[in-house]
Structures are given as structure tokens and as C-alpha cells.
């Protein structure tokens, strides 16, 4: 395991029992959910086979080999947020709800958490730590969970929607998305606040 970085300097300094790890991914892209994942090392003593670590720091095929041993090696559920919900709360505090709702679907309560980032969402109990996918093998661990499910599902409804190429791009605004946007339109996939979702939404309305 020292060969992985980060370790559980982080977890083991909190004094607590089961101490869970939380990241989301997703803010970026202009469509898709954003999702969460917590984590929970019921062992800290564990061997780790696989490298884990910040998922943007990653191969697709380490993020695989990763994801599959984190899901049978600890406890871990996700949550998530739909467009309709980023629209209406906004992408900051979606992510802060997708995150309640992940260590909500934990099947074991965790006595802190530790959050990625530099807010710590309300009702829990733990502290932001700012890169924290860098710092704490939990919060990486969420990281890779995260970012694997959100790419799964935009790979699903990619196969609904082959014309927007999500299952590569990922919902992020790349030139040839945006160009299947204004050749294909908006669905209820997109994320109307989004600036470049709103700016054609407006052209559209402009030009009835």
C-alpha cells in the first residue's frame, strides 16, 4: 500500500470508527447527472493490489482495474442529482445533495467524513479537505467511484442518443459536441442554466 498515494494519514488521524471518503464528479459537462460516491475502508490494514489515487491522475484502465477492487474490497454507495435538480439548486449545491445522498445509501453509517473540496456539506459529520483525492485514499477511492458510474451512465444514454457522442466526451463541451448541440438540439438531458445550453436556448427563442 505505500507505494499507493495518497494513505490513510488523513483517516487515521480523525480518531473515529468507519470514516468515509466523499467526491463527486460531473460539475463540468453541459448534461448528465452529477454524481457522488462515498467510500468507507472498513480496513485500514488492508493489502492493496491496485493503484489508487486522484481519478483525473489516471488511466481509463487503471480507473477499471481500480474501480472493480474498491467495489468488492469496501463499503461504498453513490448519489446523484439530475439536470432538472442542477437547474433548480445549482451545480454547487446539487453536488453538496448528491454527496448527503451517497453517505445516506452507505449501508453503514459512518462516524466522520471526509469531503473533497472546501465545503462540508450540512448534515455531515467531518471536514472539507481541500484536494483531498490527493491526500486521503478514501477520497480517492470516491473519486474513481464517482467518475466511473457518471462515465457508465452517460455511456447508457449515449446508446439512446448516439448523435451527441457522450460516450466519449462525457458531456464536457467540446467543439464537436457543441456542433451535435446546434445540428441536433437540446434535450432533457442538458443543463438549461448552463451558459452555452442558455445562449442557444435564448438564439432559439430569438429566432421564432
Same mark, same amino acid.
Given at each position: ?14 480518531? $473515529?470508527?468507519?470514516? $468515509? *471518503? ?89 462516524? !466522520? ?14 471536514? $472539507? ?26 455511456? *447508457?444514454?449515449?446508446?439512446? !442518443? ?22 441536433? *438540439? ?23
Amino acid at each position: 500500500m505505500k507505494k499507493n498515494i495518497p494513505d490513510f494519514s488523513i483517516e487515521d488521524a480523525c480518531g $473515529a470508527g468507519l470514516v $468515509a *471518503g466523499v467526491d463527486e464528479a460531473g460539475r463540468g459537462p453541459l448534461c448528465g447527472p452529477v454524481v457522488a460516491a462515498a467510500v468507507v475502508f472498513p480496513d485500514r490494514n488492508v493489502d492493496i493490489p491496485v493503484v489508487i489515487r486522484d481519478s483525473k491522475q489516471m488511466t481509463q484502465k487503471q480507473r477499471v482495474v481500480a474501480y472493480r477492487w474498491i467495489c468488492e474490497n469496501t463499503i461504498w454507495a453513490v448519489g446523484q442529482c439530475s439536470p432538472a435538480e442542477i437547474d433548480e439548486l445549482n451545480i454547487l449545491w446539487a453536488s453538496m445533495l448528491a454527496m448527503q445522498r451517497a453517505v445516506a445509501n452507505l449501508g453503514a453509517v459512518p462516524q !466522520f467524513c471526509l469531503v473533497d473540496g472546501n465545503r462540508l456539506p450540512s448534515d455531515l459529520v467531518g471536514q $472539507a479537505v481541500v484536494k483531498g483525492d490527493a491526500k486521503s485514499l478514501s477520497i480517492a477511492a470516491a473519486s474513481i467511484i464517482a467518475k466511473e458510474t457518471r462515465d457508465k451512465i452517460m455511456a *447508457g444514454l449515449a446508446e439512446q !442518443f448516439p448523435q451527441y457522442g457522450w460516450d466519449k466526451n462525457a458531456g464536457y463541451p467540446t467543439a464537436e459536441h457543441l456542433q451535435a448541440i446546434d445540428k441536433y *438540439g437540446i434535450n432533457e438531458h442538458y443543463r438549461k442554466s448552463y451558459g452555452p445550453i442558455k445562449k442557444r436556448m435564448k438564439n432559439e427563442t430569438e429566432g421564432d
